[in-house]
């Protein structure tokens, strides 16, 4: 047996340590994204089980936290003027689109199938490929029920990754449109919520969560939400 360890045994022997220490700790240990905080939200990493909210993803930009097919916040400084008010300009600078649910017949309208929160932000104006990444961490490891507060126009689908790894695979997601509305822009506006998009399994600790447009896109994403069924 030779005493000596040839260096390329030496580099697989490192890199295997360095994937079994990556798994351990769930973050990759290149990761650069933070978790997201403000002066109005200041708990920083989500957990799970409960909801992860779409607005919270991650500090970090463009292809660290997020990926956004254009550079420009389509919701906060464009559909809601740019006037002092938090909601309005909530992550401005940032090009993942965000707005709000607003009343008036808008998000409360009569063709929701679920009743959303009033004032609840959202991610929208989704285009396939685009994806956000949340740092989360799980409370307890096992099989999670995961469901999604959303409206969908036209349908679509999204994936779900855990630590890079697609864990989900393409998730179909029904359309909210309804032919007897009449208003044509409040078609992205009608709200479902699906008790059950998928079921998997996590282990316990940190881990960045990625949820990701597959197909169709013009979609917006309300939350998350993770149930324990273990």
């Not at 490929?129 to 999670?144: F, H, L, M, P, Q």
Request: glycine share 10%.
């Amino acid at each position: 047996m030779h005493k000596n360890i040839s260096s390329s045994r030496l580099v697989i022997l490192l890199l295997f340590i360095l994937l079994i220490s990556c798994s351990k700790n769930g973050y990759y240990s290149d990761y650069a994204g933070i978790p997201f905080t403000n002066e109005i939200y200041k708990k920083g990493t989500q957990t799970i089980p409960g909801r992860i909210q779409c607005e919270y993803y991650d500090l970090g930009g463009e292809g660290i936290a997020f990926h956004d097919s254009d550079s420009s916040n389509s919701g906060s400084g464009g559909l809601n003027p740019a006037n002092g008010s938090a909601l309005n300009e909530f992550r401005i600078n940032e090009s993942v689109d965000i707005s709000y649910t607003k009343a008036d017949g808008v998000d409360d309208n009569p063709f929701n199938l679920v009743e959303p929160e009033m004032k609840s932000l959202y991610v929208g104006w989704t285009e396939p490929g685009e994806w956000t990444n949340y740092s989360v961490d799980v409370e307890e490891a096992g099989k999670y029920k995961v469901s999604l507060m959303y409206t969908s126009n036209r349908g679509g689908q999204i994936s779900l990754y855990i630590n890079e790894k697609d864990i989900t695979g393409a998730i179909d997601i029904q359309t909210t449109y309804a032919a007897e509305d009449t208003v044509a822009w409040r078609q992205w506006h009608h709200w479902n919520y699906i008790d059950g998009i998928a079921e998997i399994t996590l282990m316990e600790g940190k881990q960045v969560l990625t949820l990701k447009t597959v197909a169709e896109g013009m979609m917006n994403y309300d939350y998350l939400n993770f149930e324990l069924l273990d």
